[in-house]
């Protein structure tokens, strides 16, 4: 995450920054899912495999979003051929 900020930043291509927020559900989802192991799969945690479900879908949402962004934003600019 932090790499893909640092591009943005560096390439002057701001929407690369909204790739890097796009990975914050995901990375959610996978601390619930190292959580509920670290734990052994316990039964009073499956609420954390639920979570996580939503967070992925979510992360793969945003993911989406911040690509599409980042494609118009490239597709806009002068190429220097």
């Known amino acids: 995450m932090a790499l893909v900020w640092q591009y943005g930043e560096k390439s002057g291509l701001e929407s690369w920054k909204g790739l ?7 990375l959610g ?3 619930c899912a190292c959580t509920w192991h670290f734990f052994y799969n ?3 945690l499956e609420v954390l495999v639920a979570l996580q479900a939503a967070l992925t879908v979510i992360g793969n949402a945003t993911m ?4 599409f962004r980042i494609y118009k934003s490239t597709e806009e600019r002068p190429k220097n051929l």
């Open 64 to 67: 989406c979003i911040a690509a």
């Open 20 to 26: 890097s927020w796009g990975m914050v559900p995901l």
């Open 29 to 31: 989802g996978a601390f």
């Open 42 to 44: 316990s039964e009073s």
